[in-house]
């Protein structure tokens, strides 16, 4: 009898245990510059993604039973979701990095002028002009000029720079349109293609941008005159990798998330300029 409930009481206990292992889990760590993701799932496929805030870095499918997967990060700032998807349910976790040291930038133009012009002038002028011309020059002109102008001039000026001052990084904005693409697929967007017209825009409002950083062009008018094609303009400086830049944008509440993520658009144009050691970016979008 003894030996018959002994029986009884381990089997249950297998069938706990069993079911104990049949839950699953997911958990992370941060190591230095490198996240580390671990689970225990049940048998079959699952879904692995890992967002940074609500940007996914990454997506796998992994098999059922533990195990784990390390994410070298260019930074370590923000906050990591994590979640398993299996057939018997989700897991998630997050994971707290240290807080970004960049603020976002700014997207829109204050709406008044900061300071009221005065009525008045602050000096009326003189009465009378404080000298009389003189009554003849001081100096009969020649008759004739000395040399005769040449007929046409030696060298036409240019109609725009030859070169926009500082480096241009090609490959740094082919990461940035990379990840606009990779945030707009996560909503179910179509991705943007690259346009010439909108990357020579943005090669020039990038040069405009290390002399007067606004939306507003350093000639007084609206950053919309660079390009006929652009219907939407983000900026940013300061932000050494496309990773952080783009980060920034999605995170703000100031327009350049809805811009990123505006169905409506089907191009971009991007320039990223380093300039005096600092690095601008410019995004323009299309139809």
């Not at 807080?99 to 204050?110: D, F, G, K, L, Q």
């Not at 690259?194 to 040069?207: I, K, P, T």
């Not at 006929?228 to 999605?250: H, M, P, Y």
Request: overall charge positive; glycine content about 10%.
């Amino acid at each position: 009898m003894k030996k018959r409930m002994l029986a009884v009481i381990l089997a249950l206990a297998a069938l706990l245990i069993g079911a104990a292992g049949a839950e699953g889990y997911v958990s992370g760590r941060l190591d230095g510059n490198a996240l580390v993701v671990e689970w225990q799932a049940p048998a079959g496929q699952c879904d692995l993604t890992v967002y940074r805030g609500d940007w996914p870095i990454c997506v796998r499918q992994v098999g059922g039973g533990a195990g784990s997967l390390t994410l070298s990060l260019d930074d370590a700032s923000g906050t990591f979701r994590l979640r398993l998807r299996t057939d018997a349910g989700c897991y998630t976790a997050t994971v707290q990095g240290e807080a970004p040291t960049t603020a976002a930038p700014t997207t829109i133009p204050t709406a008044d002028p900061t300071a009221i012009p005065t009525g008045m002038p602050t000096q009326a002028p003189a009465e009378k002009p404080t000298q009389a011309p003189t009554a003849k020059p001081t100096q009969a002109p020649t008759e004739r000029p000395t040399a005769a102008p040449t007929a046409r001039p030696t060298l036409a000026p240019t109609a725009r720079p030859t070169a926009a001052p500082g480096t241009e990084r090609g490959d740094l904005a082919q990461r940035v349109v990379d990840l606009v693409n990779e945030a707009r697929a996560a909503q179910g967007l179509k991705p943007l293609h690259m346009d010439a017209e909108l990357n020579r825009a943005a090669r020039v409002r990038a040069e405009e941008l290390t002399r007067v950083f606004s939306h507003t062009r350093p000639d007084g008018s609206a950053w919309s005159t660079v390009s006929s094609s652009a219907f939407a303009e983000n900026i940013a400086r300061g932000q050494r990798t496309a990773d952080k830049v783009v980060a920034a944008w999605l995170s703000s509440g100031e327009g350049h998330r809805e811009n990123i993520l505006r169905a409506s658009y089907g191009s971009i144009g991007v320039c990223a300029l380093k300039h005096g050691g600092v690095m601008y970016w410019v995004q323009l979008f299309g139809r």
